[in-house]
């Protein structure tokens, strides 16, 4: 038997125009067929009624709800009410709602669509405030449009977070764009290092030598005066790209880094159904990227909209630690035994040693919001639940790698 | 058994890359040996290594039967000879074994240092020469300026050399009746006491060693006892036969033929190119000339990467010598890298086909340290010792002079790049002996340098100063004096003995410092910060550092990122597999090999 989901990612394949970093599965919504967008929708949210009839939850009970892409806001009001009010009916009561949302296509008729159905949070993708920059990376909002759609954002009573990318120069430095950010009422931060991804423009004009990064020290330095300033207005790192006062994290990608089961639904979406005990595989279902071959296939068309792969107990261990690791809570001990009938200091007795010094006592879960899965009464953590510190994320991959090797070295089983 | 009158032996001498294995194709299609449905590119040579690297490494034959414009069926025995200057003992023997060479030129490029060597070699065995022009069919092709090169740098008669396109099969015809009518037939005969050479041998996993020969006087048949009359050994044949595109039994070889025979020879070492194969009972009064043992020049450790494929490493390398004579080795250690072996190479293509082999045929993950010279020291007690290990170094104290072996290097260049070129020769310690112009454009220097200078650096910089142009060629003359020392390298302050080298000391320094810097370059950063050090005895003469790594992590990864999140790790764990403890360090497999190559990139 799967744990049954308890959280739902809605993927929206649109954006207004293609940034020239991107390489996620979107596309310009003005070069889309006529109908697409709206057939997607009723497609999708046909997608979840399967999915949830197959897997659960009963009765609507999903804990967070994420739309995300792409950019959501893109759609045509009509359209995005119609899938928000879509979810809403399939949805009881989420204790966090997100919507990804970019300055360019926020407006007071979207947030009243949102705030209507009950969304809470919004993720506002800023990357940056430097209007060159912006430009350089074919973004179409400027810092003054972002500082208008944060502004009502925020007067709309939605906890927002922003996206910053780093590793790029810019006008006001990353630590001077995240203060004014703050100062106008953000709460929470994800700061991602750029990824050069292969085939996208930007790659290109990399290799060709004609972008500008930052160097690794310059970075660093950047880095530094981020976390300093974030420490001072009482965030903290609690994820390896994501920085938010203690009770302010994302719950919806705090499932996926405990590895709890979730749904995904839309074109390029995944879904992972983990082994509620053990023994057994899970299940991870990924939607078919290409948006037309996708709605056919949600037609019953062509075959199943989705593949689906069975992630073998050793497979899932790893995922549960490669996941778990990246955040200051590190993976949990009871969910752990519970799914694989052992802890990480069971599995990983050398790769835990080696990394000691770089180790330190877990976080306690965040428990106010009482109706998410991970919460619990605010106890104390047991004693050898161990998360990375700083130092320690930054070097994730070298420990998972020791992990992966010492894994590899023992049969399959916990002892 | 054929008479001699019909029987034209020849080979195919070229610079590489001018086309021979791909006329060889041709000549095996147009006389129908193989349906030509049936063949594959380049048939002659099947090693994958060759086929990739588009090189010959061993030579083979193959007897095509031909009937000529005359009515007659002619036997055709062609020799492919290899095309790199490592196997150069291997083409002159293939050379001795024909009456006629065909001279390939590659209209495009014209002649070049191989073209005149292996020529001056088949010149030098009495061999009929064609010049043919190939790869006609190419827009580049310049057959004009080709013809006038074969007149005033080969000086042969341009009228006489054949327009071919070994590609497309274009004057193949006429090249036969050529060969017909140029190439003389064998002249020796039957009544004469056997004398055949050994051109080439290779192992059989069914069959043991196939020795390939020549027969000049006599014959052979199965049953008959035979010496080996360089290396005294005798054996009886169990059977002979020729090379078509497999082995075809035959009831004897007589004079004049190319064939095979199976004698109950257990290693292809037991027997060596270039010796002569008689009558036990009634022996020749001389072996053929030109026999020469092939020594190895270049030494290098083996180590598997793994400890325990010790074994399998063993083995590999155990089966590699069955096909491969000049190939040496024995058991070594090393306190970074554990058990392994000492090799000895003919030059460092040899050296890079022996790693690739065992890499590829025998799935060995290994190391080799840098490659060196032996050289040959005299000891104060008097002695005289030959070293080439780094690790048997005897300390300048002890050391009264030494001596390396020294090269006669011949380089063909246009023009405009001898200024660089000379520059490169006088920094890798060459001397001019002669620069002489072949034609209004080109220019052959001939240079004295040390072998030892060749080892590093060298190839890449020939290539990038002429970008491409020269061609380079070599044979070792003998030994002179040097300054030898032994150059340490310390990583994280401990020595590493497998990355020692053996150097010229006044270069040391310059040495050390590029040694580091390389190192810098291929050795990843790890979690603290690693010094790497070159010293000569205690003296610390270059530094470089590694910085611990900052940042190594997937920025995001969600629900959408988790699968190819966990295979790209997965990659890197195998990539990792790759890598060597040395003390607390991990080094790659490429922190060995940077040692010993240029990489642009890692030049500042
Ligand atoms: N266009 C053209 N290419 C040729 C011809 N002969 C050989 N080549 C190409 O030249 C390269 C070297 O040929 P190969 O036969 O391996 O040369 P070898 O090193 O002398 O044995 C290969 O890429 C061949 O395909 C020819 O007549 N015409
Ligand atoms: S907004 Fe996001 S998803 Fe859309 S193109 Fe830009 S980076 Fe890609
Ligand atoms: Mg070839």
Not at chain 1, 67 to 90: I, Q, S, Y
Not at chain 1, 223 to 238: K, V
Not at chain 2, 380 to 395: L, Q, V
Request: glycine content about 8%.
């Amino acid at each position: 038997m799967f744990a049954p989901p308890r959280s739902l990612y809605v993927h929206v394949p649109f954006c207004r125009s293609k940034c020239a970093y991107c390489d996620f599965a979107s596309a310009p919504l003005a070069e889309a067929p006529e109908g697409l967008a709206a057939a997607l929708v009723d497609a999708t949210l046909h997608r979840i009624d399967e999915l949830v009839a197959r897997f659960g939850p009963a009765s609507g009970g999903f804990s967070t709800v994420y739309v995300g892409g792409g950019t959501p806001t893109v759609l045509p009001r009509p359209l995005f009410a119609r899938l928000l009010e879509g979810l809403a009916r399939r949805v009881v009561s989420p204790c966090e709602w997100t919507v990804e949302a970019n300055p360019e296509s926020l407006d007071r008729e979207a947030l009243a669509i949102m705030r209507g159905v009950g969304v809470s949070r919004i993720s506002l993708g800023v990357q940056s405030l430097d209007d060159a920059l912006l430009r350089d990376l074919s973004r179409p909002a400027s810092a003054a449009v972002t500082e208008a759609a944060l502004a009502l954002a925020v007067e709309a009573g939605f906890s927002v977070s922003a996206d910053l990318i780093a590793g790029l120069p810019r006008a006001g430095g990353l630590a001077g764009e995240a203060a004014w950010l703050l100062d106008r009422g953000v709460c929470h931060l994800s700061v991602y290092d750029l990824i050069l991804e292969e085939g996208t423009p930007l790659s290109a004009r990399a290799a060709r030598g004609e972008l500008a990064l930052l160097s690794e020290d310059e970075a660093l330095a950047e880095r530094m005066r981020l976390e300093s300033l974030l420490i001072a207005r009482g965030f903290r790192r609690y994820e390896v790209s994501n920085y938010a006062p203690p009770e302010a994290e994302s719950l919806h990608n705090l499932a996926y880094w405990r590895m709890d089961s979730y749904l995904g639904a839309g074109p390029g979406a995944v879904s992972t159904l983990v082994q509620g005990e053990v023994p057994g595989a899970s299940l991870r279902l990924e939607e078919m990227r290409d948006p037309e071959s996708y709605l056919r296939a949600c037609s019953g068309e062509i075959a199943n909209p989705a593949t689906e792969t069975p992630i073998a107990p050793r497979d899932a261990v790893f995922e549960a630690l490669m996941m778990g690791y990246r955040t200051v809570f590190g993976p949990d001990h009871a969910a752990f035994r519970a799914r694989f009938g052992c802890t990480p200091p069971e599995l990983l007795p050398r790769s835990l040693a080696a990394w000691s010094s770089r180790l330190v006592p877990a976080a306690s879960w965040p428990g106010a919001r009482a109706s998410w899965p991970g919460a619990r009464p605010p106890v104390p953590r047991s004693a050898d639940e161990r998360a990375l510190d700083g130092r320690g994320l930054d070097l994730l991959n070298r420990f998972l790698l020791d992990c992966l090797a010492e894994l590899e070295e023992r049969s399959p089983s916990c002892g | 058994m054929r008479d001699p009158a019909f029987i034209r032996n020849f080979c195919i001498i070229a610079h590489i890359d001018h086309g021979k294995s791909t006329l060889a194709d041709r000549f095996i299609e147009k006389a129908r040996v193989v349906d030509s449905r049936k063949m594959q590119d380049q048939m002659l040579d099947n090693m994958d290594i060759e086929r990739e690297r588009g090189i010959t490494i061993k030579s083979q034959a193959v007897a095509l039967e031909y009937e000529a414009k005359d009515g007659k069926t002619y036997t055709l025995n062609l020799v492919d000879t290899p095309g790199h200057v490592d196997f150069s003992y291997e083409v002159s023997r293939a050379i001795s074994a024909c009456e006629g060479a065909l001279l390939l030129i590659d209209a495009t490029q014209g002649v070049e240092a191989q073209t005149l060597s292996n020529m001056y070699m088949a010149l030098e065995h009495d061999l009929e020469i064609i010049p043919v022009i190939n790869k006609i069919d190419m827009p580049a092709a310049d057959i004009a300026e080709t013809r006038r090169q074969i007149e005033h740098e080969l000086g042969l008669d341009p009228e006489g050399a054949l327009l071919v396109s070994g590609k497309l099969g274009t004057g193949v015809d006429e090249l036969f009746e050529a060969i017909v009518e140029r190439i003389p037939a064998p002249r020796h005969k039957a009544e004469d006491p056997l004398q055949a050479l050994i051109f080439d041998s290779h192992y059989d996993p069914y069959r043991g060693v196939i020795v390939h020969l020549r027969v000049f006087g006599g014959s052979i048949v199965p049953g008959q006892r035979i010496r080996l009359m360089n290396s005294g050994a005798e054996y009886e044949v169990e059977e002979t036969g020729k090379f078509r595109i497999t082995l075809a039994k035959t009831e004897g070889l007589g004079p004049g033929e190319v064939g095979y025979i199976i004698a109950g020879i257990k290693t292809v070492s037991d027997v060596r190119v270039g010796d002569t194969v008689t009558d036990a009972a009634r022996p020749a009064a001389s072996a053929l000339p030109g026999f020469k043992e092939v020594k190895p020049v270049v030494f290098s450790s083996i180590y598997p990467m793994d400890a325990a494929d010790y074994d399998e490493l063993k083995e590999g390398l155990e089966k590699l010598k069955l096909n491969d004579a000049s190939l040496v080795y024995e058991k070594d250690n090393s306190v970074a890298l554990g058990f392994g072996f000492r090799c000895g190479f003919l030059g460092l293509l040899h050296l890079e086909v022996v790693q690739e082999r065992l890499e590829r045929e025998y799935d060995q993950a290994i190391i080799m340290t840098a490659p060196s010279v032996r050289y040959r020291i005299k000891l104060t007690s008097g002695e005289t010792i030959f070293i080439d290990n780094p690790a048997d170094y005897p300390g300048p104290s002890r050391i009264e002079a030494a001596e390396e072996p020294y090269i006669k290097a011949q380089i063909i260049t246009p023009l405009a790049y001898i200024g660089n070129l000379n520059t490169l020769c006088f920094d890798k310690r060459g001397t001019l002996v002669s620069q002489n112009h072949l034609d209004e454009r080109r220019v052959e220097l001939i240079f004295e340098m040390p072998l030892a200078e060749v080892l590093f650096d060298f190839y890449d910089k020939l290539k990038s100063t002429s970008r491409g142009y020269a061609s380079f060629d070599y044979e070792v003359i003998g030994y002179r004096p040097t300054k030898l020392a032994k150059l340490d390298i310390l990583i994280n302050d401990k020595p590493v003995d497998a990355l020692a080298q053996l150097v010229y000391e006044p270069n040391a320094y310059e040495r050390a410092r590029k040694t580091c810097e390389r190192l810098q370059g291929a050795i990843p950063r790890q979690q603290f910060k690693i010094p790497i050090q070159g010293a000569i005895g205690s003296k610390i003469i270059a530094r470089e550092t590694i910085n611990p790594v900052r940042k190594d992590v997937l920025a995001k990864c969600y629900g959408g990122d988790i699968t190819r999140k966990r295979k790209l790790l997965e990659k890197q764990k195998e990539g990792k597999k790759r890598m060597k403890m040395v003390g607390d360090v991990e080094l790659p497999q490429e922190a060995f090999l940077a040692v010993l190559r240029e990489n642009e990139e890692n030049e500042r």
